[in-house]
């Protein structure tokens, strides 16, 4: 399996009222295409700051975030804004779905700047994702008439919907109940296996972590702890 992802020596300082924050202490990371990894950490421990950071919603203090090889840093704002709308799908822990579109617009929606697709190859997708989360039926609902677990799986379509390389979910559980989240979780796995799709996703929930094939441990911006499963094992490595 190939690096999709690399994070090399990345900080990040915040300044806040004059004050300075180091959020992020020399991390480094490579991320192998087609897994599960799960980045687990307590809250303020920097696990919102790396992943803006691999998504390319933020740019480091130090350090360099690698795409295919490819330093992001040396990319135009037009580039970046297509590599994000392309590689990268994004779901949040409060779903961040538009409230007065439907279920199937919402998937829609970022699809509308793809001036390489057509609306008959638009309305396809919709369809399809949504099928694929098992929605088929609730395309014309508001996200005020689905439940928590139904806007996140709306969440997981529209993410899906542009073919990304890469899911980036932070805290996807967070605002559910324990047997929804499990059943977001479980489909969140399936559709990795299934599409190939590298899902990266933030917990402090330590059911969470078992289900991931990659755990990274993050403590007051520091990674701490790598693991790696291969069958049915762990295997530990500690961070550098
Ligand atoms: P987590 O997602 O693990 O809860 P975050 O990455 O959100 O952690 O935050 C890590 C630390 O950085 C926290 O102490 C938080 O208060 C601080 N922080 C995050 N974003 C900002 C910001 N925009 N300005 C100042 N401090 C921030
Ligand atoms: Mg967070």
Redesign the pocket.
Known sequence: MGVVVEVDRVS?V???GGQM?Q??KSVSLAIEEGVFMAIA????????????LIGCIDTPSGGRILIDGVDVAGKSADELADLRNRTIGFIFQTFNLLPVLSAAENVEYPLLRRNDLTAAERRARVKHFLNLVGLSNFGGRRPNQLSGGQRQRVAIARALAVEPRIVLA??PTANLDRKTGDEILKLMRSLNKQLGTTFIF?T?DKRVMAMADRLVR?SD?ELTLLGVRTADRWAYVKAR
């Open positions: 990040k915040y300044e806040l924050f959020a992020l950490g307590p809250s303020g421990s920097g696990k919102t700051s790396l992943l803006n932070d805290e933030s402090h993050i911006g």
